[in-house]
C-alpha cells in the first residue's frame, strides 16, 4: 500500500481486517518492522481515538511517532495556488509539505471539512495538497470527506462479531445533533460496506440528508427508520449535515434518535459509533449504556486497524 485515503487504497479488504485481527491476538508479532522509521501525526482538527491509537500503533511496530497539532500551534497555512499572501496566512503548503517529506517517512494528517464550500471540500484540496507536495505516502487520520481509518475499524468489529453463516444486515441511521457535523464518516462507511461487498447495506435518513450519489450506489435506501430497523445485525448511528443544502440542518420530521424500544425490531443488533456522541441528542444512555453498545470495542479497535495499514505502507516503502 503506498497511501491511505480511501477504501480505494486497499486492493483486498478481507485480507486488511485479518492482519489488524492477527495484530490483536499478537501485538508484537511485529515489532521490528517499523525500526528506524518515524511517522509524524498533523492534527487541523481535534482527536481523541485517532491520535493515540495510531500512536499506540506505530509504537507495536517499533515506529516513532511524533504528533504536532498544527492548527492549533503551528503557523497558518496558505492552499491556494498563486496566492498573495499577506493576509493571516503565514506558510504555504508548497514549502510546509516537503519539509514535513524530509522529517518523516509517514505522514498522517486529519482536516476537517470546512461545510462552507462543497467544491473545496469534496476536492479534498488540504489532504492532496500534502500528497503532492511532501513526496511521502499518506494516511488521512479523516479528511473532508472521508474517514477510512475509522471505516477499517468498523468492517473489522462487524467481521468479528458476527458469527453466522450469512450476510449481516448492516443500517446506517442519521441522528439528530446540535450542530452541521461532516459526511466524512457516513460517506467512507457506505464505501467501505460497498467496497467489502459482505454485508446487506441499508442507508435510512430524513429528507434532505441525502449523501453524495457516488458514496450510497449499492446500498437500500429508505426514509422509513423503522422499515430500515427490521431484521438488521448491526445498527450504526451517525449525525450528517445536508450534502445538497451544504452543511445546512434541515429540519427532520419524526424521532430519530435510537432507543431500547427501536431495537426490538431488529436481530438484537449491535450499535455503532464512531464517538465522540453526544448523549441523549445522537443516542440514548439506554442504547449506548446496554449490552447493545459495541462503542468500546469499535474504538478500541482502532489500534489493530491502525497497525495494519502501517504495516502494509511500512512493507511497501
Ligand atoms: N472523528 C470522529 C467524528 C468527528 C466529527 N465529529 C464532531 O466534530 C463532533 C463535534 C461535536 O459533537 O460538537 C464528525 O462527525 O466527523
Ligand atoms: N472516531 C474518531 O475518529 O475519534 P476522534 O475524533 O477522537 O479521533
Same mark, same amino acid.
Given at each position: $500500500?503506498?497511501?491511505?485515503?480511501?477504501?480505494?487504497?486497499?486492493?483486498?479488504?478481507?485480507?486488511?481486517?485479518?492482519?489488524?485481527?492477527?495484530?490483536?491476538?499478537?501485538?508484537?508479532?511485529?515489532?521490528?518492522?517499523? #525500526?528506524? *522509521? *518515524?511517522?509524524?501525526?498533523?492534527?487541523?482538527?481535534?482527536?481523541?481515538?485517532?491520535?493515540?491509537?495510531?500512536?499506540? !500503533?506505530?509504537?507495536?511496530?517499533? $515506529? /516513532?511517532?511524533?504528533?504536532? +497539532?498544527?492548527?492549533?500551534?503551528?503557523?497558518?497555512?496558505?492552499?491556494?495556488?498563486?496566492?498573495?499572501? +499577506?493576509?493571516?496566512?503565514? /506558510?504555504?503548503?508548497?514549502?510546509? #509539505?516537503?519539509?514535513?517529506?524530509?522529517?518523516?517517512?509517514?505522514? #498522517?494528517?486529519?482536516?476537517?471539512?470546512?461545510?462552507?464550500? *462543497?467544491?473545496?471540500?469534496?476536492? @479534498?484540496?488540504?489532504?492532496?495538497?500534502?500528497?503532492?507536495?511532501?513526496?511521502?505516502?499518506?494516511?488521512?487520520? @479523516?479528511?473532508?470527506?472521508?474517514?477510512?481509518?475509522?471505516?477499517?475499524?468498523?468492517?473489522?468489529?462487524?467481521?468479528?462479531?458476527?458469527?453466522?453463516?450469512?450476510?449481516? *444486515?448492516?443500517?446506517?441511521?442519521?441522528?439528530?445533533?446540535?450542530?452541521?457535523?461532516?459526511?466524512?464518516?457516513?460517506?467512507?462507511?457506505?464505501?467501505?460496506?460497498?467496497?467489502?461487498? !459482505? !454485508?446487506?447495506?441499508?442507508?435510512?435518513?430524513?429528507?434532505?440528508? #441525502?449523501?453524495? /450519489?457516488?458514496?450510497?450506489?449499492?446500498?437500500?435506501?429508505?426514509?422509513?427508520?423503522?422499515?430500515?430497523?427490521?431484521?438488521?445485525?448491526?445498527?450504526?448511528?451517525?449525525?450528517?449535515?445536508?450534502?445538497?443544502?451544504?452543511?445546512? $440542518?434541515?429540519?427532520?420530521?419524526?424521532?430519530? $434518535?435510537?432507543?431500547?424500544?427501536?431495537?426490538?425490531?431488529? +436481530?438484537?443488533?449491535?450499535?455503532?459509533?464512531?464517538?465522540?456522541?453526544?448523549? +441523549?441528542?445522537?443516542?440514548?444512555?439506554?442504547?449506548?449504556?446496554?449490552?447493545?453498545?459495541?462503542?468500546?470495542?469499535?474504538? !478500541?479497535?482502532?489500534?489493530?486497524?491502525?497497525?495494519?495499514?502501517?504495516? /502494509?505502507?511500512?512493507?511497501?516503502?
Amino acid at each position: $500500500m503506498k497511501q491511505f485515503l480511501s477504501a480505494h487504497d486497499v486492493f483486498d479488504i478481507d485480507a486488511l481486517v485479518a492482519t489488524g485481527l492477527a495484530y490483536k491476538a499478537d501485538r508484537f508479532r511485529d515489532k521490528g518492522l517499523g #525500526a528506524g *522509521r *518515524r511517522i509524524g501525526l498533523l492534527f487541523l482538527n481535534p482527536s481523541l481515538r485517532t491520535r493515540l491509537s495510531t500512536q499506540v !500503533a506505530a509504537q507495536h511496530l517499533g $515506529m /516513532e511517532a511524533i504528533v504536532f +497539532n498544527v492548527g492549533a500551534e503551528g503557523w497558518a497555512l496558505e492552499f491556494a495556488d498563486g496566492a498573495v499572501m +499577506n493576509g493571516s496566512t503565514v /506558510e504555504h503548503v508548497k514549502d510546509a #509539505a516537503p519539509i514535513l517529506g524530509q522529517y518523516f517517512d509517514i505522514l #498522517a494528517l486529519r482536516t476537517f471539512p470546512s461545510l462552507q464550500d *462543497r467544491a473545496a471540500d469534496y476536492s @479534498e484540496r488540504t489532504l492532496n495538497a500534502f500528497v503532492r507536495y511532501s513526496g511521502i505516502p499518506v494516511v488521512s487520520l @479523516e479528511s473532508a470527506t472521508l474517514h477510512p481509518l475509522q471505516s477499517l475499524t468498523d468492517v473489522l468489529t462487524i467481521t468479528e462479531t458476527f458469527k453466522e453463516q450469512r450476510k449481516p *444486515r448492516v443500517v446506517l441511521t442519521w441522528a439528530p445533533h446540535v450542530k452541521p457535523l461532516p459526511q466524512c464518516v457516513a460517506n467512507s462507511f457506505a464505501q467501505w460496506m460497498t467496497a467489502w461487498g !459482505a !454485508a446487506d447495506f441499508v442507508v435510512t435518513h430524513p429528507e434532505g440528508y #441525502a449523501l453524495k /450519489e457516488e458514496f450510497i450506489t449499492g446500498a437500500t435506501l429508505t426514509s422509513s427508520q423503522d422499515e430500515a430497523l427490521e431484521g438488521a445485525d448491526y445498527v450504526y448511528v451517525k449525525n450528517w449535515s445536508a450534502y445538497e443544502d451544504y452543511g445546512k $440542518m434541515p429540519p427532520a420530521s419524526g424521532n430519530w $434518535m435510537l432507543t431500547l424500544d427501536k431495537l426490538k425490531a431488529t +436481530n438484537n443488533a449491535g450499535v455503532m459509533h464512531c464517538l465522540p456522541v453526544r448523549r +441523549n441528542v445522537e443516542l440514548s444512555d439506554e442504547v449506548l449504556d446496554s449490552p447493545h453498545s459495541l462503542v468500546t470495542q469499535q474504538a !478500541a479497535n482502532r489500534v489493530w486497524a491502525a497497525q495494519a495499514v502501517l504495516s /502494509e505502507i511500512l512493507k511497501q516503502a
